[in-house]
């Protein structure tokens, strides 16, 4: 066998599951993109830019943020996005998927539960496969469940910190976790509760706050907050009691060891917190193009989610690529998503409704769906 046949012989498994992916350009209408706001071709994140480099801030950071690479507008962003989301501090990561690994590997201890929901992002996951903690999953959305596992760890003899991790709007579904209920379960054990807000900033709460808004500040509570979706940028911020950033500082090794960002996307990131805050126009107008697909979508099996993730679940691997390539073939991008990244038997096109498109967008794809699937 060749030093690299195994990873072939994986390919070609992975290619006759209908289950090998690829990369591909970007053509077609956007039905995909998680750039929800329209803002990541917005010429004020240029001008931002722009201006910074016309005051002489770098392109690159030079090294790691405990090395050289700490810059003036990384430490102005993390300011002004504590002020902004109601924190006691932030922490911008490179990645909002370094920014959960690094939460969930390197905060909970020895000892301690982590109970997730089951459908929570893989760069949770990554982190659970990292902690020393103990870690069960949940049912999806049931805080029963939550209270279940927590008070069988308890009975068991558990005696360490209780930690809860869910998303507030769920990627791949669209739907919201109950973050009331999840946070006065949290009060209950003397837990903390860390929220993935990713697909909530910048659409929903006060400003694009997130759903979670009303939580934070709060000494429980963690909340993440992605840059590279409704904010049109890169990164992540963590956002969460002093004590905690300075601690993933010190102990977090996706942040030790990892080249600072672009100060340059800092700088960009500042101006889309002052864009979303005032943005009122843009998420009400997302929010009749959302009404507008949930009566045009729907009829043609999209689940009715009440946000702008909307996918119609085909279950079959094969039928689901088959289903995107038609989609795509008429010009909208809408990929098909497959296990492992949804449960097995739940294979589906994942429709993104961004204000990159229009309703007229939404029916003329309602119409391609129709004969897709029939």
């Known amino acids: 066998m060749?030093?690299?046949?195994?990873?072939?012989?994986?390919?070609?498994?992975?290619?006759a599951a209908t289950r090998r992916r690829r990369l591909m350009p970007r053509t077609g209408t956007d039905f995909s993109s998680n750039d929800y706001l329209a803002l990541a071709r917005d010429a004020a994140l240029t001008a931002a830019v722009g201006e910074a480099v016309a005051r002489g801030v770098p392109a690159g950071s030079g090294g790691s943020r405990l090395l050289r690479g700490n810059h003036p507008e990384h430490e102005a962003l993390e300011a002004e996005a504590a002020r902004f989301f109601g924190a006691e501090s932030a922490l911008w990561?490179?990645?909002?998927?370094?920014?959960?690994?690094?939460?969930?590997?390197?905060?909970?201890?020895?000892?301690?539960?982590?109970v997730y929901d089951e459908l929570i992002h893989a760069s949770v996951h990554e982190g659970l496969r990292l902690t020393r903690a103990e870690t069960a999953p949940a049912r999806h959305n049931n805080v029963e469940a939550f209270a279940d596992i927590i008070a069988a760890w308890r009975g068991r003899g558990g005696k360490g910190r209780v930690w809860i991790a869910v998303e507030s709007l769920y990627s791949m579904d669209g739907d919201r976790a109950p973050l009331a209920d999840l946070a006065a379960l949290a009060d209950t054990h003397d837990g903390v509760l860390i929220i993935d807000e990713a697909h909530a900033t910048g659409v929903f709460g006060a400003g694009g706050?997130?759903?979670a808004a009303a939580l934070e500040g709060r000494d429980n509570v963690i909340t993440l907050h992605t840059c590279g979706k409704a904010l049109g940028c890169e990164g992540a911020l963590v956002c969460a009691p002093a004590v905690v950033n300075d601690?993933?500082?010190?102990?977090?090794?996706?942040?030790?060891?990892s080249t600072a960002p672009s100060p340059l996307m800092a700088a960009?990131?500042?101006?889309?917190?002052?864009?979303?805050?005032?943005?009122?126009?843009r998420r009400a107008k997302l929010a009749a193009l959302i009404a507008h697909a949930e009566r045009v979508l729907g009829p043609h099996g999209a689940l009715i989610s009440g946000s702008q993730v909307m996918p119609v679940i085909l279950g079959d691997d094969a039928r689901t690529m088959c289903a995107a390539e038609g989609v795509q073939a008429a010009g909208f991008d809408v990929r098909g998503i497959r296990p492992p990244t949804v449960p097995a038997g739940t294979s589906r096109l994942r429709i993104s409704l961004t204000l990159n498109a229009t309703q007229d967008d939404v029916s003329a794809l309602a119409a391609v769906l129709e004969e897709v699937l029939a």
Do not use: H
């Open 209 to 211: 706050r997130g759903l």
């Open 247 to 257: 601690f993933l500082v010190n102990r977090g090794r996706g942040f030790i060891f």
């Open 93 to 114: 990561f490179a990645t909002g998927y370094t920014a959960n690994s690094a939460i969930v590997s390197t905060l909970p201890q020895r000892g301690d539960l982590i």
């Open 2 to 15: 060749s030093v690299f046949e195994a990873l072939a012989n994986d390919l070609q498994r992975l290619g």
């Open 268 to 281: 960009a990131v500042r101006a889309a917190l002052r864009i979303i805050e005032t943005a009122d126009d």
